[in-house]
């Protein structure tokens, strides 16, 4: 199987771990790339949606809210029934599993680039309506009566969370400018893009690989779950994508994203809201099992399996 130059990156970092080199990323530049993709990805996705004139966005965004709020009330039940996890434990990963990965998203931008297949240019928008919706019914599926919950601390970390914030902001503001007052910063944001991304994807293999290790305490329900979660909002994602008439780039994007878990904005929020959750069981199986297999198997999966159902 062909690896794509970025994911070579990631590859790097997971055996620079393996082999225990001495090398750790700086974390003031992880800060940094973290920045530049965020704003990179809303911005392209605010000049798109400048210029777009077409019907059924509306439409198309509240289907793309659904699989935000559908998603957890899928996993909910596999990891509280199933496999007998805490309601708080079950309910926090169900969050993570109906959220988005921005750096999965990124992935995939790369991925498609490099392919020549073309998806619409306004999905940021969609990135960001999956942020806040798999939260919310992941706080109402913990059900935390009698307890004291912080709403404001809540609704701060969903919404003014660093994920959202600079996404949402990038989009508007490239909403706002337009081609025309954006083409002397787009070159930074657009010619970078893939080198930064190598950056980002080379850290992550470290922090999939450190992961990977505190993985193994939790067995293999887990890891089997953050392995067959993917694929199930994979399939859901293409069909809504399909339904809902975006191209076959679209569908493959929105199968993508509905096929990534948060490790971003939903930690964050979840911490508040739901305390007596195990964040790092969340983040073990974000990180150490569904971000690779998204980025090394589920990306081309996709990419290879939709375009054949759909002609």
Do not use: C
């Amino acid at each position: 199987m062909k690896v794509d130059v970025v994911v070579a990156f990631f590859l790097l970092g997971m055996i620079a771990r393996g082999v225990k080199a001495n090398f750790e990323f700086p974390p003031a530049l992880y800060q940094a790339v973290i920045i530049f993709l965020l704003l990179a990805i809303g911005l392209k996705g605010g000049i798109a949606l400048n210029t777009y004139n077409g019907d059924g966005l509306l439409i198309q965004s509240l289907a793309v809210i659904a699989i935000g709020l559908v998603l957890p009330l899928i996993a909910f039940p596999v990891l509280y029934n199933i496999g007998d996890l805490p309601r708080d434990d079950a309910a926090s990963i169900a969050a993570h599993y109906g959220s988005v990965s921005v750096g999965t998203y990124a992935v995939a931008i790369a991925f498609l680039d490099a392919r020549g297949i073309v998806f619409e240019a306004y999905f940021p928008l969609f990135v960001a309506l999956l942020e806040v919706p798999a939260i919310a019914v992941g706080i109402w599926l913990a059900r935390n009566h009698g307890k004291h919950v912080d709403v404001r601390n809540i609704l701060h970390e969903v919404f003014f969370n660093q994920g959202v914030l600079l996404l949402v902001g990038g989009l508007l503001i490239g909403w706002w400018a337009g081609a025309e007052q954006t083409k002397h910063i787009m070159p930074f944001f657009k010619d970078l893009f893939h080198g930064v991304l190598a950056l980002f994807l080379l850290n992550m293999g470290l922090v999939a690989a450190d992961k990977l290790g505190s993985m193994k305490q939790y067995g293999s329900f887990v890891a089997s779950f953050a392995v067959v979660m993917p694929l199930v909002g994979a399939l859901l994602g293409a069909i809504v994508g399909q339904m809902i008439g975006l191209s076959i780039g679209g569908v493959i994007m929105l199968a993508t994203l509905a096929a990534s878990a948060s490790y971003i904005a939903v930690p964050a929020a979840m911490a508040v809201a739901v305390p007596g959750a195990n964040q790092s069981l969340s983040m073990a199986a974000s990180l150490a099992v569904t971000f690779p297999f998204n980025v090394l198997v589920g990306i081309p999966l996709y990419t290879s399996v939709i375009p054949t159902i759909i002609d």
